[in-house]
Each structure stands twice: as structure tokens, then as C-alpha cells.
């Protein structure tokens, strides 16, 4: 086989799994039709973080408000709330588990209401036409599950 070939055959088996990833492993969606990512193994692993500790060291909470406005640098856990941020933007926590949800809720209270301006930057970067403002607002007023 000379590489034209080997090239050849290497584009269509990634071709074909990416194909059959997307016909057979579709990212289950909420009822809104927003992709579903609340019941993977990345926010399974998010309720095992020590959110509480974070939320009680006025220091470390500013830490990662900063690193998901892009004013400050990012751990890998800051680099995880930059998609809980999206996420929660898009569906609201819809698709939580009860855990998860009380924990979000308290997170995003909290920063809304200790960093104000903070809290104004998210909001433009993280929905900058407004769109889904409101299943930030809703998740912030329910009550837990």
C-alpha cells in the first residue's frame, strides 16, 4: 500500500466512526431541546468538588469569578465552571440532579450577590444578547428540588 492509500484509508474510518458517533451517541437533550450535559460523568465530578469550601473563602471565590470573566487565570476547576456557566445560561440546571442544582443555586447566588459588577461582566460574556437571561433568572429564584 503506498500512503496515498494508507491516507486514504485513514479519512474513511474517522469518517465513518465521527459519522456513526453522531447517529448513535447523540447527546441526550432537555425539554427545551438544549443539549443535555447535567447527567455526564464532568458534572458527576462537579458534585464531588468541595463547592461549600469555595463559597466560604471570600478569596478563593473571587479567584474563579475572575478566571470564568476572563480577568484572572484559570485552574482546571475554573476552566470547568466556564462550561457550568454556559450550561446553566442555556437550560437553566434543567436536567440536574437535586445535588447539583442546590449546589449551582448557592454558587451563582452567592456571586451575584458579593461581586455585582462581577456578576454584570458574566452575564454579557456568557449571554451577550440577553436571550437566555431569563433561565439564569428562573434557576436563581426556584426553590430547590
Known amino acids: 500500500m503506498n500512503r496515498i492509500s494508507i491516507s486514504r484509508n485513514f479519512f ?40 461549600p469550601e469555595v463559597l466560604d473563602n471570600s478569596r478563593l471565590l473571587k479567584n474563579y469569578v475572575y478566571c470564568i470573566i476572563d480577568k484572572g487565570p484559570c485552574t482546571a476547576n475554573g476552566r470547568k465552571g466556564k462550561v457550568i456557566v454556559k450550561d446553566l445560561m442555556e ?3 434543567e436536567g440536574c ?17 458579593i461581586f455585582p459588577e462581577e456578576w454584570d461582566i458574566l452575564l454579557e460574556k456568557y449571554d451577550p444578547t440577553g436571550k437566555n437571561r431569563i433561565n439564569m433568572t428562573r434557576f436563581m429564584d426556584k426553590e430547590n428540588k
Request: proline share 2%.
Open 12 to 51: 474513511n474510518l474517522y469518517f465513518c466512526l465521527i459519522s456513526l458517533n453522531m447517529i448513535y451517541c447523540e447527546e441526550p437533550k432537555t425539554n427545551s431541546g438544549a443539549v443535555n450535559r447535567f447527567n455526564s460523568q464532568f458534572y458527576g465530578k462537579v458534585e464531588t468538588f468541595n463547592i
Open 97 to 113: 440532579s437535586e445535588k447539583l442544582d442546590e449546589l449551582l443555586r448557592k454558587s451563582v447566588k452567592k456571586i451575584h450577590t
Open 91 to 93: 437550560t437553566g440546571c
